[in-house]
């Protein structure tokens, strides 16, 4: 898609001809090949803007494939991070790594618009960078995972307001007597006792919310 138009000339007669002229001889030599060609690139664009030829474009598109941006491909980013890592690991003296839950969930969640192309890189990158055999989203320079992991810590503080609003409720609706109040709550008093300590409920009737 970005080859000049002299080029996409000289191309366009080889593939018609299919002879090459080597530099500093007078003979035209023969070759049978196969060409396969990829762009990034709208080429029909290219060609209704004055870009492309079309002649060429005919000449080289008897069998087209359109292949998706990773970020249409969903649940393909984690299968081809995953191909990277173990293949660009094992080239760089690295095998048998793996990548931390964090950093799945910033691969999943991360649009990569540099396509593979910004995928390799970055795996590149957390294979150098990776301190142990878990490749976190920090070794890979990305948000997503933190992201996650923000999502859990807010779960988790929600699940614990709740509990501790349970657990007031309860006390005071049995006057704080421990033992009435861990039957209502359906659980041991040494349990009950455990959770008044970590929420920091007063056990008597003065300060309850405190």
């Known amino acids: 898609g970005d080859m000049p138009m002299a080029l996409q000339a000289k191309?366009?007669?080889?593939?018609?001809?299919?002879?090459?002229?080597?530099?500093?001889?007078?003979n035209a030599i023969s070759v049978d090949v196969r060409v396969v060609c990829a762009t990034h690139r709208d080429v029909r664009q290219l060609i209704e803007s004055g870009d492309f030829r079309e002649d060429l474009y005919y000449r080289i598109s008897e069998i087209t494939l359109d292949v998706p941006a990773v970020r249409e491909r969903e649940g393909d980013a984690l299968v081809i991070a995953q191909s990277l890592l173990k293949s660009l690991g094992k080239h760089m003296d690295?095998?048998?790594?793996?990548?931390?839950?964090?950093a799945i969930n910033a691969i999943n969640n991360y649009p990569w618009p540099g396509n593979v192309r910004e995928m390799i890189n970055k795996v590149k990158?957390?294979?150098?960078?990776?301190?142990?055999?878990r490749v976190t989203a920090e070794d890979l320079e990305l948000d997503g995972g933190q992201q996650g992991q923000d999502q859990q810590l807010n779960l988790r503080?929600?699940?614990?307001?709740?509990?501790?609003?349970?657990?007031?409720?309860?006390?005071?609706?049995?006057?704080f007597?421990?033992?009435?109040?861990?039957?209502?709550?359906?659980?041991?008093?040494?349990?009950?006792?455990?959770l008044t300590d970590k929420y920091?409920?007063?056990?008597?009737?003065e300060?309850?919310?405190?």
């Open 157 to 175: 503080k929600v699940r614990e307001n709740a509990e501790r609003a349970a657990i007031l409720q309860a006390l005071q609706s049995c006057s």
């Open 94 to 102: 690295r095998p048998n790594l793996s990548y931390s839950e964090d």
């Open 200 to 205: 920091r409920i007063q056990t008597s009737s």
């Open 177 to 194: 007597n421990m033992a009435r109040a861990s039957r209502l709550l359906g659980i041991t008093r040494p349990t009950l006792y455990n």
């Open 125 to 133: 990158r957390a294979i150098i960078m990776a301190n142990s055999k």
């Open 11 to 26: 191309l366009l007669r080889f593939l018609q001809e299919r002879v090459i002229d080597r530099v500093g001889s007078v």
């Open 207 to 210: 300060s309850p919310g405190t």
